[in-house]
């Protein structure tokens, strides 16, 4: 299997999101004042001959650029669960297979893999790296739930969803935005961001950027880039990408009565509410 195919594996896209662009290796941004970047969780490295290390030799067959995040034992046996790419993958234990989907437990009739433990906690760890003071956040009182969304400015999905950010805090839902220059780096998409991150008023300066509004240029250390970054280790490939508070992907757009009602669902299975 070639490296095409691998991206493939870990290129699923939302349909109710816009695609990202593909983005060139060690991409420069030619006067950019970046944020450092987080920190990635480390995974150890394993013992030669284990399950964990033939799934980790697999995947670096794939491609040896792709960093392993997470190996671990999987909901079935023979199989090992892996991260990689921000993404959810079993290899079996003598490497030889991969599979990636839904894994449904028929005797539970549940869908083992859409609430893995381990994939959940590496999305809050990343995640929770971002200051709450880099974020552009819309919040009513007393929310009840927080979604972090990962967003650029000329989305139609991302716009549509801003259009809907009055709503979405009457029903209780926070939104706490992160950027996602879904262009790349370097793209006009890429530079309006830094600049909207660069107002004095974010909030103002991103409701008008998805409003169509001429977006003022502003230069200043940003977090732009270390959030375009974030959102690459934990597997966004559109935007927007929305996730709960547990690490739950949410899907890309929902309108906000259905977003409230996903938010509702994971709180009665005890996963996502606060």
């Not at 809050?124 to 009513?140: G, K, M, Q, S």
């Not at 262009?183 to 370097?186: D, I, K, Y």
């Given at each position: 299997m070639t490296r095409l195919a691998l991206a493939a594996l870990l290129g699923a896209l939302s349909l109710s999101a816009c695609a990202q662009a593909p983005q060139a290796p060690g991409a420069a941004t030619p006067g950019d004042k970046p944020a450092p970047a987080a920190p990635a969780p480390v995974a150890a490295a394993p013992k030669a001959g284990t399950p964990d290390a033939r799934a980790q030799e697999a995947i670096a067959r794939l491609d040896a650029q792709v960093k392993v995040d997470y190996v671990g034992a999987a909901p079935m046996p023979g199989f090992r669960e892996v991260i990689a790419g921000g993404q959810l993958l079993y290899v079996s234990d003598d490497g030889r297979y991969l599979m990636q989907g839904t894994v449904l437990d028929l005797e539970d009739m549940k869908d083992v893999s859409r609430g893995s433990p381990a994939l959940l906690k590496?999305?809050?760890?990343?995640?929770?790296?971002?200051?709450?003071?880099?974020?552009?956040?819309?919040?009513?009182?007393?929310?009840k739930y927080t979604i972090t969304v990962f967003t650029d400015i000329e989305c139609g999905y991302c716009r549509k969803l801003h259009s809907e950010i009055g709503e979405l805090n009457r029903l209780g839902i926070a939104v706490e935005y992160l950027a996602f220059p879904r262009?790349?780096?370097?793209s006009q998409d890429y530079k309006d961001m830094v600049s909207v991150w660069c107002a004095s008023d974010r909030r103002r300066a991103l409701t008008d950027a998805k409003g169509g509004k001429p977006v003022s240029p502003r230069d200043c250390k940003t977090p732009v880039n270390m959030q375009f970054d974030i959102g690459q280790r934990i597997?966004?490939?559109?935007?927007?990408?929305?996730?709960?508070?547990?690490?739950?992907q949410l899907g890309g757009y929902l309108p906000p009565q259905a977003l409230r009602e996903a938010l509702d669902q994971l709180e009665g299975e005890g996963a996502g509410g606060r």
């Open positions: 590496y999305r809050r760890e990343l995640l929770a790296t971002v200051p709450h003071a880099d974020r552009i956040v819309f919040a009513p009182p007393n929310a262009m790349g780096l370097g597997g966004v490939s559109g935007t927007p990408a929305i996730y709960a508070a547990d690490g739950s």
